[in-house]
């Protein structure tokens, strides 16, 4: 599996490539109900999918454990909290298995600490084998108090052993001794706070309600000027088209009308000759009408849901102020110097008609160069024509003399 970490403006992530299949785990778990998971998104890229988990606030245990290590009351609460999941996984019918267990992809936050960890429906391990895993890294880890050391390794001699269940995990730990219980005022702030966390998920990605739906209908229908212009451009993309078919079913009936396709001798109508020229001239008109006619451009609407805007800021080689600040507001955006085809117009020194495009497939946005004269770079690499690359929050694009910067907000 492809795994790939990033930090922007609006937080940190982790990005793991799955399958093209889709799974009804993936619904249950971007929908932020079940405790245990970080929070979770599903894109579709290029047809496969990929698994975006916001990381922003946590740590990985890997990186806890360079700091400092945990002692074994807190190690028997990771692990109770790993229990924990699993169980809040059966209760959606999903099978604990596919859960992550490394030093990697168990996230903690907090001193308690909060365990938040990473599922993957084409990742399968037992619990055996997961935990195994898992404190062999551990014990790599120098500097341990003999408590947790002592701990780790009895843990280590339980999990080799095989056929280890969440039952016999939760006995074990409840042996191991006096600091495994949590104070009850504790164990109360960590419920909290796990459920103040899951209704702020839930807020941040429900779906927008009726009354925000009308609200947003009437804001757009108090600005009729601009949606009128818009569409009267959209319009005036069609008249060409339109006119040629015109033209197709016009000069044959002309022609027929003006008596060309009488026979000379006889003066009756030829025919095979009128319906010979009525399918010459539409058959001329249709693929006419066919390259000219605009391609299909769905505008992008900005829910609650969605939460992300685009803009493209002037560079630093802007030094005249001679480019402007685009909002990218449709998808896919077409940028260039031909003000009738284009959505961002560019008046620079190497800019094409249509030099490139912006695409966008769930939260992820691309750049395709459109096989310029002067090419495309994206922080000063020159893309290969017709080629997607991702572009991320602060990324430089180069269109011949100008550059911009990429602005993505959510």
Not at 1 to 27: L, Q, V
Request: include cysteine; glycine fraction near 6%.
């Amino acid at each position: 599996m492809i795994k790939e970490t990033w930090n922007d403006s609006t937080g940190s992530y982790i990005r793991i490539t799955g399958d093209e299949k889709e799974r009804i785990a993936d619904r249950i778990l971007s929908a932020h109900v079940v405790d245990g998971i970080l929070p979770l998104d599903i894109e579709i890229v290029n047809g496969h999918r990929e698994y975006v988990y916001e990381t922003s606030g946590y740590q990985n245990l890997g990186s806890v454990l360079d700091e400092k290590p945990l002692s074994k009351e807190k190690w028997i609460s990771l692990l109770e909290q790993l229990v924990k999941t699993g169980s809040h996984l059966d209760e959606y019918l999903l099978d604990s298995e596919h859960l992550m267990l490394d030093m990697e992809t168990v996230f903690l936050t907090g001193d308690k600490p909060q365990v938040s960890l990473i599922y993957i429906s084409e990742h399968r391990k037992d619990l055996s084998e997961a935990l195994s895993r898992l404190v062999e890294q551990a014990i790599k880890y120098p500097e341990y108090d003999r408590a947790s050391a002592e701990f780790l390794y009895r843990l280590h001699a339980l999990v080799t052993r095989g056929n280890l269940t969440r039952k016999s995990l939760l006995e074990f730990l409840r042996e191991e001794g006096d600091g495994a219980e949590q104070p009850t005022e504790e164990r109360k702030d960590a419920e909290v706070t796990d459920e103040t966390r899951t209704k702020k998920n839930k807020r941040r990605h429900q779906r927008p309600t009726k009354e925000a739906s009308q609200k947003e209908t009437s804001q757009r229908e108090t600005n009729p000027k601009k949606t009128s212009r818009k569409e009267a451009k959209q319009k005036k993309e069609y008249y060409l088209p339109v006119g040629i078919l015109v033209a197709g079913l016009l000069i044959p009936s002309i022609c027929l009308r003006c008596g060309c396709f009488q026979n000379a001798v006889s003066g009756s109508l030829d025919t095979k000759m009128v319906v010979i020229a009525y399918l010459f001239f539409l058959a001329v008109a249709g693929i006419g009408a066919y390259r000219l006619w605009p391609a299909g451009r769905p505008e992008v609407i900005w829910s609650e849901e969605d939460e992300l805007t685009l803009c493209l800021l002037p560079g630093r080689s802007d030094s005249d102020g001679n480019l402007r600040v685009m909002p990218v507001t449709v998808f896919p955006w077409r940028i260039g110097n031909d003000e009738r085809h284009v959505d961002g117009f560019i008046d620079s020194d190497g800019v094409a008609p249509v030099h490139a495009r912006l695409e966008r497939e769930s939260r992820s946005i691309f750049l395709i160069d459109e096989e310029s004269r002067t090419g495309t770079t994206l922080n000063g690499n020159r893309l290969t024509p017709w080629e997607r690359q991702r572009v991320k929050d602060g990324d430089v694009i180069g269109l011949g003399s100008a550059s911009y910067i990429v602005e993505i907000s959510d």
